[in-house]
């Protein structure tokens, strides 16, 4: 059976056998409990994770002190503050534990010397960079354009698992609304 990274990695990048173990060999399985910070927002982001098992969440505090979710992360996807990691300054956001997690484990060094050896794995941090660019710009696009109601129905359809496994009012912060306003969304769509 392919190890959940390798298979994670085929659905948008060719990756020989080499790396593939190249790639594998620069993790560590690490766990979390729930509340667990991984990166803490003022800190220089040194590690990206690939989630095995478990969610992670993603915020930013406003000038207000208001927690600001960004990004929820589940089973077989990466996250790291990109910005931060890629530049090595100071990170803007916190990541937290939302669950009890076991995440696969790399730094910038590991990384960076991977990239070195392989160009299937330069290839592939390149359609990471990529899709990060990608998927900020849509969320962007969506904050600005779009309903909170579309904005729930496109994430439920993107994270389909969210409804289960993230209490209402962070999907609530995450949509920019209240837990109220979000109630209402859902009686709503329950309806029709």
Not at 79 to 95: G, N, V
Not at 101 to 116: Q, Y
Request: one cysteine or more; proline letters at 4%.
């Amino acid at each position: 059976m392919m190890h959940p990274l390798i298979e994670t990695i085929q659905k948008t990048s060719e990756f020989s056998p080499e790396a593939a173990d190249l790639f594998l060999s620069i993790f560590e399985e690490k766990e979390y409990k729930k509340n667990t910070i991984l990166l803490e927002s003022g800190k220089v982001s040194h590690e990206v994770f690939f989630i095995l098992k478990g969610a992670l969440r993603q915020f930013y505090i406003d000038e207000n002190g208001n927690e600001k979710i960004c990004n929820f992360s589940f089973e077989n996807e990466f996250l790291t503050d990109l910005e931060s990691f890629s530049r090595q300054i100071p990170s803007h956001s916190t990541i937290i534990a939302q669950e009890d997690c076991i995440c696969l484990v790399t730094n910038c060094v590991k990384l960076v010397e991977a990239i070195k050896k392989s160009d299937d794995i330069a290839k592939f941090f390149s359609v990471v960079v990529e899709n990060v660019a990608a998927d900020s710009i849509r969320r962007t696009k969506s904050l600005l354009s779009f309903s909170p109601e579309k904005q729930f129905l496109e994430l439920i359809q993107d994270k389909p698992q969210i409804l289960q496994r993230i209490p209402q009012r962070y999907i609530a912060q995450y949509l920019g609304i209240a837990p109220e306003s979000l109630s209402r969304i859902r009686k709503r769509l329950a309806k029709s």
